[in-house]
């Protein structure tokens, strides 16, 4: 477990998930809703296929991500980053919206407070 005494979630353990979503899907699951909390992303990877794939990071509520416009087999990696690099609005899921293209592989190391 981590530790990040100066932030909303310290003493919260992080948590991990993963994902492959298919290509031109519109807010899909990759980790679902907790009542009352927020769900503040620390660290993930993505990789989509063999064909241009865009992914953007989703609450319920809409975009909490830039448009990532991943070339063939492209993806990214943002590294563990304590103050996260972004986070759902309260009881809302984190998902995913791909563009046409390929399936996109995600994982996430997340943390959930509120």
Known sequence: MVAF????????PAQYAFAGIAASQTAASIVAAVAGKKIR?????FVCGATA???TFNSD????????????????????NPVGWFETD????LTLTTGTGSTTG?????????
């Open 5 to 12: 005494s100066k932030f909303a979630y310290a003493n919260v």
């Open 41 to 45: 992303v620390l660290a993930l990877a």
């Open 61 to 80: 509520s809409g975009a909490i991500s830039m448009l990532f416009a991943n070339a063939a087999n492209g993806g990214a990696i943002l590294p563990f």
């Open 106 to 114: 995600v994982q996430v190391v997340y943390v959930t407070y509120g």
């Open 90 to 93: 309260t009881g809302e899921a």
């Open 53 to 55: 794939t865009n992914a």
